[in-house]
């Protein structure tokens, strides 16, 4: 009997904030509800640190900006957060560990500061079997014609095998690593603000819900054919 009280309380609040919500649209009396939904039932995503961020910018709080609106309601995320946990902004705003880099201008090259980055994100990477994605994206920038590098799909490419480079001299598999590239078209920033567009200069390093083991399992089960007996049958 108890059992069945509560579930009838629960359907009754369940249908009581349906009703609420029909009819028309009151975003003031609605958003506070969905976000309180949101924590309950669904993913969260908290407001990021300014850990990580290019040099001579700030996080400066955005007080327009409820600190419980929902990651779908924001176009701002992909900073590092207190625990080395990065937030991409693909389907899903995915949330998991990982680390996030920043490039000037068109260059390629780890700094100092980058290489003391990779390796604190190495220690959260390292000696699990999660496979990992280095996934890099540039500026809307053209490119001059006589340039080493010819568009923002070989920048963000070269970004991405020097930081996985130095994560396998670090110790991480490369069995493990994949490389994904974006370009210019997966921006944190969409305005005109200098130091906020310097944030879409980045190579973004997270680990995937996908195991090493199962690639090659998948391998082991199809071996390739033995190259001294061609016509060998299987």
Do not use: C
């Given at each position: 009997?108890?059992?069945?009280?509560?579930?009838?309380?629960?359907?009754?609040?369940?249908?009581?904030?349906?009703?609420?919500l029909?009819?028309?649209?009151?975003?003031?009396?609605?958003?506070?509800v969905?976000?309180?939904?949101?924590?309950?039932f669904?993913?969260?995503?908290?407001?990021?640190?300014?850990?990580?961020?290019?040099?001579?910018?700030?996080?400066?709080?955005?007080?327009?900006?409820k600190?419980?609106?929902?990651?779908?309601?924001?176009?701002?995320?992909?900073?590092?957060?207190?625990?080395?946990?990065?937030t991409?902004i693909?389907?899903?705003?995915q949330?998991?560990?990982?680390?996030v880099?920043?490039?000037?201008g068109r260059?390629?090259?780890?700094?100092?500061?980058?290489?003391?980055?990779?390796?604190?994100?190495?220690?959260?990477?390292?000696?699990?079997?999660?496979k990992?994605?280095?996934?890099?994206?540039?500026?809307?920038?053209?490119?001059?014609?006589?340039?080493?590098?010819?568009?923002?799909?070989?920048?963000?490419?070269?970004?991405c095998?020097?930081?996985?480079?130095?994560?396998?001299?670090?110790?991480?598999?490369?069995?493990?690593?994949?490389?994904?590239?974006?370009?210019q078209f997966?921006?944190?920033?969409?305005?005109?603000d200098r130091?906020?567009?310097?944030?879409?200069s980045?190579?973004?390093?997270?680990?995937?819900?996908?195991?090493?083991?199962?690639?090659?399992n998948?391998?082991?089960?199809?071996?390739e054919?033995?190259?001294?007996?061609?016509?060998?049958?299987?």
């Open positions: 009997m108890v059992s069945y009280a509560d579930m009838i309380t629960i359907l009754m609040s369940f249908f009581v904030v349906m009703f609420s029909a009819g028309t649209r009151n975003p003031k009396k609605e958003d506070p969905m976000s309180s939904l949101r924590r309950q669904g993913r969260f995503v908290g407001v990021s640190s300014a850990k990580f961020l290019p040099p001579g910018s700030t996080l400066a709080p955005n007080n327009s900006q600190p419980d609106q929902n990651a779908h309601d924001s176009k701002t995320l992909g900073l590092i957060g207190d625990h080395t946990h990065v991409t693909r389907s899903g705003d949330k998991t560990i990982g680390g880099i920043y490039f000037k260059t390629i090259d780890l700094t100092d500061e980058q290489r003391e980055q990779l390796q604190e994100t190495s220690k959260e990477l390292a000696g699990k079997p999660q990992i994605e280095i996934r890099g994206h540039t500026l809307n920038r053209p490119f001059p014609p006589d340039g080493m590098i010819n568009d923002n799909w070989d920048l963000a490419y070269q970004r095998h020097k930081t996985m480079d130095y994560l396998v001299l670090l110790g991480i598999d490369p069995a493990r690593i994949r490389i994904g590239v974006s370009a997966e921006p944190v920033y969409a305005g005109r130091i906020e567009l310097e944030k879409n980045r190579v973004e390093i997270f680990m995937l819900n996908e195991f090493t083991e199962d690639v090659q998948i391998t082991d089960a199809n071996p054919p033995n190259p001294k007996r061609p016509n060998a049958k299987p």
